[in-house]
C-alpha cells in the first residue's frame, strides 16, 4: 500500500464501451498526475493537475478525460478506445509538482 | 526531451554491489535528482533524492560529483528481488518530471 490507491487494477473494454478509471490519495498532496505505460516503453506523462486544475495535457486524444473534483480525487474517464491503448495507466501525486512523486500500482487496460 | 541518460541494462549477482550511473549534463540549478525503482506491472517507487555529494537512506546511497552532471545510485549487497527497472529524474518544484528509458537490472544467483 503507497498511499495512492488505484481502481481497478485490471480491466477489459471493448471498443464502443465508456469506462472510468479512478485514483485516491490520502497523502495530503496537491499534485496529482496520469502516466500511460506500454510494454518496453518508458512512462509517458498523460495529464498533471495542481490543486484540483488541469495543467498539462500532454497531446492526449480526446478519447481520454481527466477529472479532478478535489485533490484527493482523479478520474480518467475512457471512451471510444483503440486497441493501441491497452496499456498500464497510473496514477501519481505530489506535495508539489514535479517532487517526490508517490504512485499507485496501476490499472492494467485491454481493449479488444 | 530527455534530460537524462542511463546504460539501457545491467547484470549483477547476489551479494554485490551495484552502481548504476546516470547523465544529466544539461541539469539546472534549481533541479534535484531522483530515483525510481519498478517492478513489472507496478507502479515505480521512490528510492531515494539528492541535490549534491551523497545522500545515504535505508536501501541505497546517491552520490553526486560536484559539477552535477551525473549521478551514481549504489545497492549494497544485491538480492534477487531488486531485479527491476531503475529511473534517474531531474525536475524541480516547477517543472514536470519525464522518465527516460530505466536501467533494467537483472540480479543472477
Redesign the interface.
Known amino acids: 500500500e503507497?498511499g495512492?490507491t488505484q481502481t481497478p487494477r485490471h480491466l477489459v473494454m471493448g471498443m464502443t464501451n465508456k469506462k472510468s478509471l479512478k485514483c485516491e490519495q490520502h497523502l495530503g498532496h496537491n499534485a496529482m498526475y496520469w502516466?500511460k505505460q506500454s510494454a518496453k516503453k518508458?512512462?509517458e506523462?498523460m495529464f498533471?493537475y495542481n490543486f484540483k486544475e488541469q495543467t498539462?495535457n500532454n497531446s492526449v486524444p480526446s478519447r481520454f478525460s481527466p477529472e479532478c473534483p478535489n485533490s484527493s480525487h482523479l478520474f480518467l474517464h475512457l471512451h471510444t478506445l483503440q486497441p493501441e491503448d491497452s496499456a498500464?495507466y497510473?496514477?501519481?501525486s505530489s506535495q508539489?509538482?514535479?517532487?517526490?512523486?508517490?504512485?499507485?500500482?496501476?490499472t492494467?487496460l485491454t481493449v479488444v | 526531451l530527455a534530460k537524462t541518460t542511463q546504460p539501457i541494462s545491467m547484470d549483477s549477482y547476489e551479494g554485490q554491489e551495484v552502481n548504476i550511473t546516470c547523465s544529466h549534463n544539461n541539469i539546472a540549478t534549481n533541479d534535484y535528482i531522483t530515483w525510481y525503482q519498478q517492478f513489472p506491472s507496478q507502479g515505480p517507487r521512490f528510492i531515494i533524492q539528492g541535490y549534491k555529494t551523497k545522500v545515504t537512506n535505508e536501501v541505497a546511497s546517491l552520490f553526486i560529483p560536484a559539477d552535477r552532471k551525473s549521478s551514481t545510485l549504489s545497492l549494497p549487497r544485491v538480492s534477487l528481488s531488486d531485479t527491476a527497472v531503475y529511473y534517474c529524474l531531474v525536475g524541480d518544484e516547477g517543472g514536470k518530471l519525464i522518465f527516460g528509458q530505466g536501467t533494467e537490472l537483472s540480479v543472477k544467483p
Open positions: 503507497t495512492v502516466y518508458p512512462l506523462l498533471v498539462e498500464l497510473l496514477c501519481a508539489v509538482v514535479a517532487y517526490g512523486y508517490t504512485f499507485g500500482s496501476g492494467r
